[in-house]
């Protein structure tokens, strides 16, 4: 249990377009789900919470009209970078965190995706 | 707010060979801690993890880490490692003055493991 995927697992697009990234949870309801991104040998660095139904939380620094995050459904969420540039090139990873004592699973874990390569030319 | 300090950005080491990769971190409150590894161009699996109870923890791949309330550490140790055993491998917390529904990660430790 406890599977999480991303859609697509790379991606290449021009500068100035928009790119939206899936993340679902599988086989468990996530009401929040994390946005992380990781540029080459370094750490994830948190960008956004979102939880379902409602505005993602995003972190200082990060830019929300850049980044637009809905959480539509208990089990997907989306990131779409806006107007993308080569700066916005990296490695977006998600996480899903399950509510408390969903079958067995831990509310205090994540469960992450595979990530996202993106590359903007 | 909390952090996690990583102090080997890259740990080299012979097969069969034991190792520790070091993480400390900043939070004297409760906590939980957890050890992710990391292949190429791969999401994050999870290792271990600390949530309470006994303070020493083990994976089914021989890792095992023991949580140091005193000195606030989490070193992550095995025995004998195996050319798989190359990865990235990050400790992150929850919880502390940051609370526990966010992770922080530290910057993350590069085990190479040669022949």
């Known amino acids: 249990g406890a599977v999480v995927s991303q859609h697509p697992s790379r991606v290449i697009c021009k500068s100035g377009t928009s790119v939206k990234i899936e993340c679902r949870s599988l086989?468990?309801?996530?009401?929040?789900m994390f946005w992380y991104r990781q540029f080459p040998k370094q750490s994830l660095m948190l960008m956004a919470t979102?939880?379902?139904?409602?505005?993602?939380?995003?972190e200082q620094g990060v830019e929300k009209d850049k980044f637009l995050i809905n959480h539509a459904s208990l089990t997907l969420s989306t990131l779409t970078v806006t107007s993308a540039h080569p700066e916005d090139s990296s490695f977006y990873i998600c996480?899903?965190?399950?509510?408390?004592?969903?079958?067995?699973?831990?509310?205090?874990?994540?469960?992450f995706g595979p990530g996202t390569r993106l590359t903007v030319t | 707010a909390q952090s996690v300090t990583q102090l080997d950005s890259q740990v080299p080491v012979f097969e069969e060979a034991p190792v520790e990769l070091r993480c400390n971190y900043s939070?004297?409150?409760?906590?939980?801690l957890f050890w992710y590894v990391q292949y190429p161009n791969q999401g994050l699996q999870l290792l271990l993890k600390?949530?309470?109870?006994?303070?020493l923890v083990e994976s089914i791949n021989g890792f095992e880490a023991e949580f140091n309330k005193s000195q606030t550490s989490f070193h992550l140790r095995k025995p004998s490692v195996h050319i798989s055993d190359t990865a990235e491998y990050f400790c992150?917390?929850?919880?502390?003055?940051?609370?526990?529904?966010?992770?922080?990660f530290g910057t993350g430790t590069r085990l190479l493991v040669s022949p």
């Open positions: 996480s899903a965190r399950p509510p408390n004592r969903f079958a067995g699973l831990n509310a205090y874990e994540q469960y």
């Open positions: 086989d468990f309801q996530a009401t929040t």
């Open positions: 979102s939880n379902e139904g409602s505005k993602a939380t995003y």
């Open positions: 939070s004297s409150v409760s906590v939980y």
């Open positions: 600390y949530l309470s109870g006994s303070t």
């Open positions: 992150a917390v929850s919880g502390g003055n940051t609370g526990f529904q966010k992770l922080v």
